[in-house]
């Protein structure tokens, strides 16, 4: 008798199971919003430090008295236009996380230090032919002051921002006035004291402006500290809870 033989064992077909394509990724908002933030600080201050030359000029220019009446209104409209693309810049490197802007504003910080050193220069050489009065020198201050404002602003947007490497190039101008002084002062004999006061003004004044900067003794933490609270987020860790569970 042949044995009955066993069944065989019950196989599952095999189905072919249709992977679903990819789905395609929205599209990256804060990625379009750093950069457009970034696009708009970026003209508006290029615009506004374009206008300033243009300010600068027309100081040093032979106009200024005629002009006088609208310096006001051209330095506010100027100022406007910076601190809005400098507020629109703030928003897209700390608020978006661009990590493009900060290099480029790391450029036009030392174009910025380049302005204000050959505007230094030029300062000296008006100081040392006595061609200014009162209204030009004020006129002189304001503007050298506008340009430190500047530099001090754009190194407010890029964290851990040294300031000490800008200090060196004014300083050394410094030093330099201080020899034109005691020449112009001493061995040329124009010992005319008016004319002394103006420049130990601005000697004394740009001196403490660049040793502040080589000394690093955190003047603008307390602004800087104020800027990153605005855009620092609080997180709670995830596996903590509100009271005294275990993690």
């Not at 249709?18 to 600080?41: E, H, N, Q």
């Not at 000697?203 to 620092?232: E, N, T, V, W």
């Amino acid at each position: 008798m042949t044995e009955p033989q066993k069944p065989l064992p019950h196989v599952k077909p095999f189905v072919e199971r249709k992977t679903s394509p990819p789905r395609k990724r929205g599209v990256d908002m804060r990625g379009m919003l750093s950069i457009a933030t970034m696009l708009a600080s970026l003209a508006a201050v290029t615009i506004a430090l374009g206008g300033g030359l243009k300010l600068v000029l027309d100081i040093f220019g032979e106009g200024l008295e005629n002009n006088l009446s609208e310096m006001p209104v051209k330095i506010a409209v100027l100022g406007f236009a910076f601190l809005f693309g400098w507020a629109t810049g703030l928003i897209s490197v700390r608020g978006f996380g661009n990590l493009i802007y900060p290099l480029i504003i790391k450029i036009y910080t030392w174009g910025c230090l380049v302005a204000v050193g050959f505007l230094y220069i030029k300062i000296i050489q008006k100081l040392y032919v006595h061609a200014y009065d009162g209204m030009r020198f004020g006129m002189y201050l304001a503007i050298l002051l506008g340009g430190l404002f500047v530099l001090f602003f754009l190194h407010l947007l890029v964290e851990d921002h040294d300031l000490r490497p800008f200090a060196i190039p004014l300083l050394i101008i410094s030093v330099i006035h201080l020899f034109v002084i005691v020449y112009h002062y001493v061995f040329a004999g124009d010992a005319n004291g008016i004319f002394a006061l103006g420049d130990f003004t601005v000697f004394i004044l740009m001196i403490i402006i660049s040793g502040l900067m080589l000394m690093h003794i955190g003047i603008f933490s307390p602004m800087r500290d104020a800027i990153g609270g605005l855009f620092s987020k609080e997180r709670k860790p995830q596996n903590q809870s509100d009271g005294n569970g275990v993690s």
